[in-house]
């Protein structure tokens, strides 16, 4: 699977799909949370929204690994950055936080189109490039696709 084509062509379909009621298979998002968390990881992606790094080198070479393995996220995986309950939706309709992550990963997309060289810091697994970014949010929407019943 072409994980670009995926992220810019397929992503925001299969997230139609679930109906908004559905409860999750797993973690306390529900979809519209879930969607609006997306947007922030594509704005996050692509350095709108600057973190520090949390761990030290010898660990975050290791996240490194798993990140760019095809292994996918364990369920509920915690992160530091986020509160224990899901914060409320920011947009209205769940139709107008779908159009606010088409935006955010056309962004995304163009943040690297315009200098495809540049590396912006994840917290959990270092400086990333492009390509390195793409396979990180592949993993991460393929995650929250399962989380509400879609195996791809």
């Not at 922030?40 to 600057?50: E, T």
């Not at 993993?139 to 696709?145: G, I, R, V």
Request: glycine share 2%; net charge negative.
């Amino acid at each position: 699977m072409n994980k670009q084509y995926f992220l810019q062509n397929e992503f925001i379909s299969q997230l139609k799909t679930i109906h908004p009621s559905m409860q999750p298979l797993f973690g306390k998002m529900n979809v519209q949370q879930m969607v609006e968390h997306m947007s922030y990881a594509f704005q996050q992606a692509s350095g709108l929204i600057p973190l520090p790094a949390i761990n030290d080198a010898e660990t975050t070479e290791k996240m490194y690994r798993f990140m760019m393995s095809e292994k996918p996220f364990r369920d509920n995986t915690p992160n530091v950055y986020l509160p224990d309950e899901p914060t409320p939706a920011i947009c209205k309709t769940i139709e107008e936080s779908l159009l606010a992550l088409q935006k955010d990963i056309e962004v995304f997309f163009a943040v690297f189109e315009k200098n495809n060289d540049q590396k912006i810091l994840n917290p959990f697994f270092g400086d990333l490039n492009f390509e390195e970014w793409v396979h990180l949010l592949h993993k991460h929407a393929l995650h929250h696709l399962r989380q509400f019943g879609i195996n791809l």
